[in-house]
T-cell receptor, first 113, second 114 residues
Framework: KNQVEQSPQSLIILEGKNCTLQ??????????LRWYKQDTGRGPVSLTI?????NTKSNGRYTATLDADTKQSSLHITASQLSDSASYIC????????????FGKGTRLSVIA | DGGITQSPKYLFRKEGQNVTLSCEQN?????MYWYRQDPGQGLRLIYY???????QKGDIAEGYSVSREKKESFPLTVTSAQKNPTAFYLC?????????????FGSGTQLSVL
């Protein structure tokens, strides 16, 4: 069964600290993996996409990694800000089918002063 | 200013009532999707449409209906058959490229039962 598991379910960190969110998947055939940020009461917004051949990609203070062998991805946030408080959703695309996206349940991040 | 527009932001439904959620896009995307989000849960696919005048059931289509008469519009009707409609509903369109699929989401509609 195609699944995406995210951990932790929720996380609280102090402003200025770093954190890492995890995403493990059992999706096949794999096409790509995307991280979305969802602010409370809003729709998700894409942060970054990782394809099979990419190991690391950065978008400002966000750095995503992908290990296609172990089927794991991480999202590292550096020097967190209060505005980073949101849910972070890992979405994996299959390389086939009419509904190619498999969603994780997300990690709820709270950054406090 | 391109994007996905959902309305209303908040909606209340009475028992036995059908309600319709609006979703409009000006991104010229062919594929559009409706998702339901419950607290602590991932997004679940209700319906999707890959082209005008065609749509398919997702994982939780019971109690919902859609139409796709125009490329820009993909309204969702929550019928009285949906016994637990309280949730956050997200509409999205998809851009496909050699870099992969990317969803563009609306700002969502919070539906509550009176």
């Amino acid at each position: 069964k195609n699944q995406v598991e995210q951990s932790p379910q929720s996380l609280i960190i102090l402003e200025g600290k770093n954190c890492t969110l995890q995403c493990n998947y059992t999706v096949s055939p794999f096409s790509n993996l995307r991280w979305y940020k969802q602010d409370t009461g809003r729709g998700p917004v894409s942060l970054t996409i990782m394809t099979f051949s990419e190991n690391t990609k950065s978008n400002g203070r966000y750095t995503a990694t992908l290990d296609a062998d172990t089927k794991q991805s991480s999202l590292h946030i550096t020097a967190s800000q209060l505005s980073d408080s949101a849910s972070y959703i890992c979405v994996v695309s299959l390389n086939s089918g009419n509904t190619p996206l498999v969603f994780g349940k997300g990690t709820r991040l709270s950054v406090i002063a | 200013d391109g994007g996905i527009t959902q309305s209303p932001k908040y909606l209340f439904r009475k028992e036995g009532q059908n309600v319709t959620l609006s979703c409009e896009q000006n991104l010229n995307h062919d594929a559009m999707y409706w998702y339901r989000q419950d607290p602590g849960q991932g997004l679940r696919l209700i319906y999707y449409s890959q082209i005008v005048n065609d749509f398919q059931k997702g994982d939780i289509a019971e109690g919902y209906s859609v139409s796709r008469e125009k490329k820009e519009s993909f309204p969702l009707t929550v019928t009285s058959a949906q016994k637990n409609p309280t949730a956050f509903y997200l509409c999205a369109s998809m851009r496909s490229s050699n870099r992969g699929e990317k969803l563009f989401f609306g700002s969502g509609t919070q539906l509550s039962v009176l």
